[in-house]
């Protein structure tokens, strides 16, 4: 999201003009991720292809939680020291006047200047499939390679058309940051402790947006559910204000901690009738009590699945997306069930499964029982055929069929 500030930072504040093709920039500004291993990798392999397709007089800044976690890609050229200062100091939230936002969206293999080679591509291949991207199919039938890698993304768009923000969609990050001390969690070494956007700094982006036409708002950070922790407030308060508003317009609440949706449940309830809240992303990580300990959530499956019911029951029509992680050190087959068994609640409409990677300077990464490759890859498949295939298109079938009624 934070790609929405850098958008509009360069759009308006420093007299950059935007070029699509990296190719032919001056100055590539490329906002990495290192949530897990795979994004890491991920990114520094768009940063090698970058690196090689770009002009040669021209720069590349590495910004995002990968430069912080791998102080290699920093960039450490003079000419744009200002510059890479003010990158930093708009992912550090400090900048109010610089956070509004509404962007264009981009991903990864929506490339249409084919910079970003097949190889780069591939990783699509490999994130369903969590295996190597160099595949023996890479190699032995690229063709056809190319091809599955085609429908794939096509159908990847066709399912995420609800989830995904857009240039319709006005993107207000409200806070960086959080409460939380997840075992795992790489983010919160790069983030550090919540900060968050006074709240008539927020509603004042709000009514821009209300002003510019928009009809479609996400709230972004990188734990809205600690929002407001830091200045004496609570999500709550920001929500009631913003759906008091009398417009015609949706709310999407991106990573809602279950810390924070278990004990609001019912006063969301409340808002949640209005209709104005339209999606919640809302990360569970495990279905597993135990597991859930080990990664220091602080909270109980059970009181996570009375919330959600609650919800569910509040306003049918939202849509609820959530996150499980497969393969945490010391998850068991019955640990990995209890994860499963979420899909057949038939709370979520969206599941986004990954799997455990360790990531540097984690207590997760020091943790004994180490789940072997293969079984994490056996889990994750199969949570993924249900997350990937079975849900969404059992949901499309859902809606076609009311659609012919
Ligand atoms: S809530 Fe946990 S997973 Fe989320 S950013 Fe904070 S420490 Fe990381």
């Not at 913003?242 to 810390?259: G, I, S």
Request: charged share 30%; proline share 4%; net charge positive.
């Amino acid at each position: 999201m934070d790609c929405a500030q850098l958008d509009r930072f360069f759009q308006e504040s420093s007299g950059f003009r935007l070029c699509k093709d990296p190719k032919k920039a001056d100055l590539i500004v490329f906002k990495g991720c290192s949530v897990n291993q795979e994004k890491e990798d991920l990114s520094c392999q768009i940063v090698k292809v970058l690196e090689s397709s770009k002009r040669p007089d021209a720069e590349i800044l590495v910004t995002g939680c990968v430069a912080k976690i791998r102080p290699d890609l920093a960039y450490d050229g003079r000419e744009f020291t200002d510059l890479v200062d003010q990158i930093n100091r708009l992912s550090r939230l400090e900048d109010e006047q610089n956070l509004e936002a509404n962007f264009p969206y981009p991903e990864f293999w929506q490339d249409p200047d084919g910079v970003l080679d097949h190889r780069t591509h591939s990783q699509l291949i490999s994130k369903y499939c969590h295996r190597n991207p160099e595949a023996p199919l890479l190699r032995t039938f690229p063709k056809l390679h190319g091809i599955l890698i085609k429908l794939l993304a096509k159908y990847r768009r066709l399912i995420d058309k609800e989830l995904l923000v857009s240039r319709r969609t006005f993107c207000i990050k409200v806070c960086s940051g959080c409460m939380g001390n997840c075992s795992y969690c790489a983010i919160k070494l790069a983030r550090g402790r919540i900060k968050s956007k006074p709240l008539d700094a927020v509603e004042r982006e709000f009514k821009q947006g209300l002003d510019q036409g928009y009809k479609d708002f996400a709230l972004v950070g990188t734990d809205l559910g600690d929002y407001g922790k830091d200045l004496g407030l609570d999500l709550m308060d920001l929500l009631e204000k913003l759906v008091a508003y009398e417009a015609h317009f949706t709310l999407r609440l991106r990573n809602v901690n279950p810390r924070w949706l278990i004990p609001s449940a019912s006063l969301l309830c409340e808002l949640l009738k209005t209709g104005k809240i339209g999606y919640i992303l809302s990360p569970v990580e495990s279905g597993s009590n135990k597991v859930l300990d080990r990664m220091k959530r602080d909270y109980r499956i059970e009181d996570y699945i009375d919330a959600v019911r609650k919800i569910r029951r509040a306003y049918p029509a939202l849509i609820l997306k959530t996150q499980i992680m497969v393969g945490f050190p010391g998850e068991t087959d019955e640990d990995f069930r209890e994860s499963r068994d979420l899909f057949k609640l038939g709370l979520f409409n969206y599941v986004d499964v990954y799997a455990f990677t360790k990531r540097p300077r984690t207590k997760a990464s020091r943790l004994d029982g180490d789940v072997p490759d293969k079984i994490v890859t056996k889990r994750y498949r199969k949570l993924l055929f249900r997350s990937f295939f079975r849900l969404p298109l059992n949901r499309r079938l859902a809606f076609c069929r009311l659609k012919r009624r």
